[in-house]
């Protein structure tokens, strides 16, 4: 795959997603979603947080193109618009495991 070229209004796009996905409540939130379809009392249940926090975070999640939004009489129901951006999240977590293994072996080494 050639290189993406990166031009200033892509990497103000890209800017902003990275945003959405830099409040540890938000990426909870997609955590929860990963299992399916919930509404926000579901996701209020699931997560711990209160119902003002997570409607305010969905709004943004769907802003940025990251869960849609489906209603049914008076409730709204939440899921992912894809599983790309997990894919994001796993990566990353698959990153931060690799970086804390190579710190613990140095550790173990040092002591050594």
Partial sequence: MAPRVMTPALLEELSERFKALGEPARLQLLAALRQGEHSVSDLVAITGLGQ?????????????????????????????????????????????????????????????
């Avoid at 129901?77 to 970086?99: H, K, N, P, T």
């Fill in 52 to 112: 003002a926090n997570v409607s305010k975070h969905l709004q943004l999640l769907c802003s940025a193109g990251f869960i849609n939004r489906r209603k049914e009489g008076t409730f709204a129901y939440y899921a992912l618009a894809d599983s790309e951006v997990l894919q994001w999240c796993d990566l990353m977590c698959g990153r931060i495991e690799a970086e804390q293994r190579e710190r613990r072996a140095a550790l173990k080494l040092s002591r050594a």
